[in-house]
Structures are given as structure tokens and as C-alpha cells.
């Protein structure tokens, strides 16, 4: 069903300003749910590189699961920031509450692939102590599978209408819970079983119920929402949840090729030893907590673009993608070089093992040369989510992160006798480098070509930002 656009709505705010705030919050709350990744990986290395091997196979496969499903949920983002933009309120809460059903539905199979401990232990091949935790740490999580799905749902919703101090409070709410509870399980303070680097999974499961109840509450007593609440229950409506696997499921499986080049590459270089995977679960999280930054602004990018596309005004969407891919290429800029000069007593903050540091540091190397093209893939891939242009990034992202980065890294990190190898960790950094490298400058320009063809169907004089 088409809605008319009256003529008097206004495009949202794109200055860089307005981007800034939309995309503050998101970042600090990004950077608290990286947080608590963080807090895991420190907390385990200190234990040993076994603990901290276990968990970081753990967090591969449990992320490779979560954030294929939570991607299909993402769909509410573009589909509620277009209702917001168009002032269709009413409707905000309804396809809420088909989102949520939808979670209920992926929690199942998330629980099912990922309760499935010996596939992701043997695909590994680890053995003995490390796939033991490994094998706890997973079974744990299936417990917080269904509340991290159906949080999901509300954080898309807050971005969509430019609420997301929302999600930034909870994520900081959370991040504070978690170093105490990670002691109670994984040192056996107060009395608790100490299960080390497995112990993690238990306070990731609680705060994930946590944090669910606390964006139920928001949302059932925020005034703010009062007029996007739906006014009756809602059974599962088919249309509805067509719509959103349309747009969802491209960006499920966009989200699944991304995130899974990292994790299946985590999982595929256990297989070099304790050491090796230690220093790769440590440049792995450097390196996210890099990404947080242009992935705050590529959601916000997703956000504006649909609230102006809701609007009527492509136009002011075309300008809103511009302006958030150079921001994004400017900040990625200045934070690789100053990783760069301080890689060393950043790595050092994660262990105090010398041969660990070393190889950490050699594979951080990738991370800075790849960085400003991550920056443009994920700004560029949340712009098209905003115009639900979500097949091609799908299939970009199958072609250049699996096909050049993983199944490439796997050729060069196993063999590549051709090219003087096989080269370890360093041959799947590599390619995953070269991959990132062709996604972002292929899906920036994707963007920024789709900007500008929707912008020519704009009969309004651009508004001064």
C-alpha cells in the first residue's frame, strides 16, 4: 500500500552536527557493547592463553550466529525511520511487535545451529581444556540467545526514530554489571564455581535478559513513544513479516559474510596453536573497537536517509550520504594513524606474553591498512539499507569478504605454495585486507550512484542544511 507524502513534511536535520548527535550515542553505546567483549578478552588473557583460546572460539561461533539472525532484524530500522520520517506513528509499533515475532522465530534456529557444540569445536579442531570451555561457553549462551535477538529489535527501533540515548544508557548500564559478574563466574568469587574463560557466557545470558527488560520498560513508560505504541495485540500477520524478511534477510546475510570473514577466520586459525589464535582474538577486538566509529555513523546514515526518503525530500538523502561517508573516511584517517605509532602499548594492555605481542603487533598492521575502506563499505552498505537497496551489498559482500578475504585467506593461510606459503594468520589477514579494500570502494560508489538517481526524481529546492 502507497501512502501519500503531504507537503508539508520537512526532511529531517543533516548537518554535521546533527549527525554527531545522532551518532554519539550510538557510538558510546556500540563502544559499551564492545565493552563488554573487551572486558572478556582481558579478563580471560590473564588467565592464560588456553582460557583465553576457548573464549575467543566461543565468541567466533556465537557471533557468527547472532549477528546472521540479528541482521534480519534490521529490517525494522529502514521500515520504522520511514514511517517516522512520513509521521505514520501508529504504524511504529506495529511492525514492532511483527519484528519481536520474528525474533521469537530466528531465536529457535539460532538456538538450534549454535546449541550444535561439536560442529563449531571440530571445526576449530581444538581438543582437550580448550574445547571443553568452549563447549560450556556455547551452551551457555543458547540461555541469552532470545533476549539478545529481541533487544535487537528495540535498539533498531530507538536508532529509527533518533532515540538512541536509549540503547546508549542500557549499554552503559550493562558494561558497569560486567566486570563484577565476570569475577563471580570465571574467578569463583563469593562462593561461585570458578569456570574461567566459559565463566563469561553466564553474565553475557543474565545482562542480555537485563537489558531486555530495561527496553521494555522504556518503552511501555516513555511518553515519547506514547503515539507509536500499537493500540491491540498482534498476532504474526504474513504481509508484515514478508516485508520485513524482504529487507531483512539481504541484510542478515550481509551481516553474516562481514561478521563470519572474522569469526570462521578466528575458528579456521585456532588451528595454529594457542599463541597464534591469542594474538589474533586481540587484534580482532582492537579492530572492532575501531570499527565502532564508522559504524555508528553508517547507522546513522541509514537512519537520516530513511526519515528523508519518508519524507519526500531524496534529495536531502543524497546529501545526508555524502556527508556521512566523508566524515566516516576523515575519522577513519585520523584514528588508524595514531593506532599505527601506538600498537605496541595498546597490545600490551591485553597480555604481558612477549611472543603473543609480537605476532599481535605484525597483524595489527593489516587492520590500519584496511580500516578506511571498512569505513566506506559500512557507511556505504547502511546508506543503501536506508534506500532497502539490500541485495547487492549481499551479493558484494558474499564476492569480496568470503570469496577474496575468507576462502582467499584460507588458500593463502593453509597453502599457497605458489606465493611462498602457506603464511599462517598472516595470509588470512591479508586477503580479508584486500577484501575490505574492493567491498568499501564498490559499495561507496554503489551508494553514492543510487543516491544521486533517486535525487533525480526530487521536485523540491533543497532546503540550506
Known amino acids: 500500500m502507497t501512502h501519500p507524502i503531504p507537503q508539508r513534511l520537512t526532511p529531517p536535520d543533516i548537518s554535521l552536527r546533527a549527525i554527531g548527535k545522532l551518532a554519539g550515542p550510538i557510538y558510546v553505546a556500540n563502544i559499551a557493547i564492545m565493552g563488554g567483549g573487551t572486558i572478556d578478552t582481558i579478563m580471560a588473557g590473564h588467565l592464560g592463553p588456553e582460557h583465553l583460546a576457548a573464549m575467543a572460539l566461543g565468541i567466533a561461533s556465537m557471533i557468527s550466529v547472532f549477528m546472521g539472525l540479528t541482521g534480519i532484524l534490521q529490517g525494522l530500522s529502514p521500515i520504522a525511520g520511514h514511517h517516522f520520517g512520513a509521521k505514520r506513528f501508529h504504524m511504529i509499533g506495529y511492525e514492532l511487535t511483527q519484528c519481536l515475532w520474528l525474533a521469537a522465530i530466528l531465536s529457535v534456529i539460532g538456538i538450534l545451529i549454535l546449541g550444535n557444540t561439536e560442529f563449531w569445536t571440530g571445526l576449530a579442531q581444538v581438543q582437550g581444556p580448550v574445547k571443553d570451555m568452549a563447549t560450556t561457553y556455547l551452551s551457555i549462551c543458547v540461555m541469552g540467545l532470545p533476549a539478545a535477538l529481541a533487544g535487537r529489535a528495540f535498539i533498531a527501533l530507538n536508532a529509527a526514530v533518533s532515540r538512541p540515548k536509549i540503547t546508549m544508557y542500557v549499554s552503559l548500564g550493562m558494561l558497569a554489571l560486567k566486570a563484577p559478574l565476570n569475577a563471580l ?46 493500540q491491540r495485540w498482534y498476532w504474526p500477520e504474513l504481509k508484515a513479516l514478508w516485508t520485513h524478511l524482504r529487507i531483512g534477510v539481504p541484510i542478515g546475510l550481509s551481516t553474516f559474510f562481514e561478521v563470519s570473514s572474522f569469526t570462521l577466520m578466528a575458528i579456521f ?15 580482532a577486538n582492537i579492530t572492532s573497537i575501531c570499527f565502532m566509529i564508522p559504524l555508528s555513523i553508517g547507522i546513522s546514515a541509514s537512519v537520516l536517509v530513511s526519515q528523508c526518503l519518508g519524507a519526500g525530500w531524496p534529495s536531502v ?118 577484501g575490505l579494500i574492493l567491498a568499501g570502494t564498490v559499495l561507496a560508489a554503489l551508494a553514492l550512484w543510487t543516491a544521486h538517481q533517486r535525487a533525480k526524481a526530487d521536485k523540491h529546492v533543497m532546503p540550506n542544511p
Open 185 to 230: 563466574f570465571m574467578y569463583g568469587w563469593l562462593g561461585c564455581p570458578a569456570m574461567g574463560g566459559a565463566g563469561a557466557a553466564v553474565s553475557s545470558s543474565i545482562l542480555s535478559w537485563l537489558s531486555l527488560l530495561c527496553f521494555i520498560i522504556v518503552w511501555k513508560r516513555d511518553r515519547f513513544y506514547d503515539p507509536m505504541r500499537a
Open 269 to 283: 586459525v585456532s588451528r595454529f596453536g594457542a599463541i597464534t589464535v591469542s594474538a589474533h582474538q586481540i587484534v
Open 317 to 434: 538523502a543524497e546529501q545526508a550520504t555524502k556527508r556521512t561517508l566523508g566524515l566516516a573516511v576523515v575519522v577513519a584517517g585520523v584514528v588508524v594513524t595514531a593506532l599505527y605509532f601506538a600498537r605496541v602499548p595498546v597490545i600490551s594492555l591485553y597480555t604481558g606474553e612477549a611472543q603473543v605481542i609480537q605476532i599481535a603487533a605484525s597483524l595489527l598492521i593489516f587492520g590500519v591498512i584496511y580500516h578506511v575502506f571498512d569505513a566506506m563499505q559500512t557507511v556505504g552498505c547502511f546508506a543503501l539499507r536506508g534506500y532497502r537497496v539490500t541485495v547487492a551489498p549481499m551479493i558484494i559482500y558474499g564476492v569480496f569478504l568470503w570469496g577474496v578475504g575468507l576462502m582467499g585467506g584460507y588458500y593463502m593461510g593453509f597453502h599457497g605454495e605458489g606465493l611462498h606459503g602457506p603464511w599462517g594468520a598472516f595470509g588470512f589477514w591479508g586477503m580479508t585486507a584486500l
